[in-house]
Every structure is written in C-alpha cells, then in structure tokens.
C-alpha cells in the first residue's frame, strides 16, 4: 500500500514539473495553455488520489475529495476563459513560418 | 524530515519557473497562465501540510484560496475583454 502510495506522490511531481517546464519553453499563449491547464489537474489529482489511499477513509479524505471535484469542475472553466480572452485581444496563434501581414489582413 | 516535506520543497522549486514566467511575460494573458498555475501548487502545498501536521483546518483554507483564484481569473479575463493590450 505504501508503494502505491510513493508511486502517485512521484507522479504528481513529474507532472507539476514538466508542466511548469512546459509554461516556460513554449513559444506562444495557446501552447503554453495546453501544457498548464493539463498538467495542473493531473498532477493535483494524483496527489489526491495518493494521500486519500494514505488516510483511507476519514474525515480528511472526504475534504480532499470536495476539493479535487471543485478543481476538475473549475479548472477546464479558468483555461477555457483565459483563451478566450487571448483570442479576442488579438493575439495572433504561433507557426513554425512567420505568415506575412498583408496576406491576413487582405484575407 | 517526513516525505510530505520534500514533496512540498519539489511543488516549491516547480513554482518557481511559473514566477519567471509571470515576470517576463509578454502579454497579460501569458502571466494569467502562469497564475492560474501557482494557484492549483499552493492548493497543493496547502493539501500536503494538512496532511503532514494532521489538521482539517489547513483544507478549509485550500479550498477557500481555490475559489479566490478561481474568482479572480474569470474577472480579470473580464476586465480584459476587448482590449487589444500587446500592440
């Protein structure tokens, strides 16, 4: 039981850290989103998942159970919102080739 | 020194790339992601302490700083609506 344990603890980690990895090196706000957004809530629900199979069932683990169904609700409505207000603000999404101004703006 | 403890310090040292990405951002909306994920590691840190130190209290806290940054997204993404900030 305890391995089980040690193994979610050190997926969430992984998680926390290649998504934060990820916010850092990607070159625009769409991607960076994608990483962000994702890992957060894989890494916050296996931490979860962890310590509820550490505590069994008692009165912390109901809590942290409220808490990971408030951040699976939430957390899909935050990204979603911050994407959409990139979008409207006008920020153009990333390509590997430049595409020229003219072009899209005569389109 | 407990593995609570050391997990806490890794959550730490994570967050702290998503504070230099909120620093050097160049749009308002690249410091809101970094934001949004400080947020779901402080939550985390919160999550771990109660643990460790065996208090309900801590998750009350947790769950009330997960509201407040759920909150203060959706208004600030509102406040932004429409303007065209990076030009």
């Known amino acids: 039981m305890k391995f089980i344990v040690y193994i979610f603890l050190f997926l969430s980690i992984f998680f926390a850290f290649f998504g934060n990895i990820g916010i850092l ?26 310590l ?5 069932f008692s009165f912390i683990s109901v809590r942290i159970l409220v808490i990971g169904i408030f951040f699976l609700l939430t957390g899909p409505v935050a990204s979603h919102a911050i994407g959409r207000s ?5 920020i153009l999404p990333w390509r590997k080739m430049r595409q020229k101004k003219n072009i899209s703006r005569d389109r | 020194m407990s593995i609570f403890i050391i997990v ?24 809101l992601v970094g934001l949004n994920l400080i947020v779901s590691q402080v939550v ?18 947790a769950l009330v700083y997960a509201i407040l940054g759920f909150v203060s997204i959706i208004a600030i993404t509102k406040y932004l609506k429409g303007k065209r900030l990076h030009e």
């Open chain 1, 25 to 50: 090196r990607f070159p625009d706000v769409y991607t960076r989103l994608q990483a962000s957004s994702k890992c957060a809530i894989t890494s916050l629900l296996s931490l979860f998942i962890a």
């Open chain 1, 52 to 56: 509820i199979i550490l505590k069994g």
């Open chain 1, 86 to 90: 990139a979008y409207e603000g006008g």
């Open chain 2, 8 to 31: 806490i310090l890794c959550f730490l040292i994570t967050s702290l790339f998503s504070l230099i990405r909120i620093i050097i951002g160049p749009t308002a909306q690249d410091r």
């Open chain 2, 44 to 61: 985390a840190i919160m999550v771990l302490a109660a643990v460790d130190f065996n208090r309900a209290i801590y998750l009350d806290v």
